[in-house]
C-alpha cells in the first residue's frame, strides 16, 4: 500500500514546487516596475528651486532628498513647462503614496507650485505613472495636461486626467475613469 502511495506523494510534491516557482516568477515579474517614466536627476532644474521645494514640503535633512530627488518633465506652451517632482524618499511617503509636487517652470524661474498629490507609483506594467496628453486632447493653457493612473479597488485602476485650471492657477482633475487591468 505504500508503495503505491509514495509515488503519488512525490508528483504531489512536484507539482507543488512548479506551482510554486510558477507563482513567485508570476509575482516576480508580473510586479515589475512599469515602463519607466523619463526621470531625471535633480540637477533638471536650477539648484535655488530645488532648494526652495525641500524646505516648502519636509523639514527632513535636505542632503538625502537633494540625492533622490527626481525631475519628470513636459514643455507647455511658450517658455512654460510643467516640472513634476518626485521625492523618492520614505519620509515623503505614507499610507496613501508618496508626495509628487508639479511646478510650473517659466524657462529656469519658478512662477509656483501647481500640483500637490500623493500617489501610488506602482502602476500595471502597460502604464505609466505620468504621460502627458496630446494637444488634441487638450484646451489651450500655458502648462499641458498629463494623465495619470491610480490603484481603485482590486484588478481596477483609476485614470485622471489633470489640466491646468487658468483662473485657479492649479492643476485639476478634467475627467476620471475606472478601468479593469
Request: net charge positive; glycine share 4%.
Amino acid at each position: 500500500m505504500i508503495k503505491k502511495i509514495l509515488p503519488l506523494v512525490n508528483w504531489f510534491r512536484v507539482g507543488l514546487a512548479i506551482a510554486l516557482a510558477t507563482t513567485s516568477l508570476i509575482g516576480l515579474f508580473g510586479c515589475a516596475a512599469s515602463p519607466s517614466v523619463a526621470w531625471k536627476s535633480q540637477n533638471a532644474l536650477p539648484e535655488s528651486v530645488v532648494t526652495q521645494i525641500i524646505s516648502d514640503y519636509t523639514k527632513a535633512d535636505p542632503e538625502p532628498i537633494r540625492s533622490q530627488l527626481k525631475v519628470w518633465q513636459v514643455k507647455g506652451s511658450q517658455n512654460n513647462r510643467l516640472a513634476i517632482v518626485n521625492f523618492n524618499h520614505p519620509d515623503l511617503c505614507g499610507a496613501w503614496g508618496c508626495l509628487y509636487v508639479g511646478l510650473w517652470m517659466q524657462g529656469d524661474s519658478l512662477v509656483k507650485p501647481v500640483f500637490e498629490h500623493y500617489l501610488d507609483p506602482h502602476v500595471p506594467p502597460e502604464r505609466q505613472l505620468f504621460t502627458p496628453l496630446s494637444k488634441e486632447q487638450t484646451e489651450p493653457q500655458p502648462l499641458p495636461c498629463v494623465r495619470t493612473w491610480q490603484p481603485a479597488i482590486k484588478g481596477y485602476f483609476k485614470r485622471l486626467d489633470l489640466c491646468f485650471n487658468r483662473s485657479n492657477e492649479d492643476y485639476q482633475v478634467k475627467r476620471s475613469s475606472t478601468e479593469a487591468i
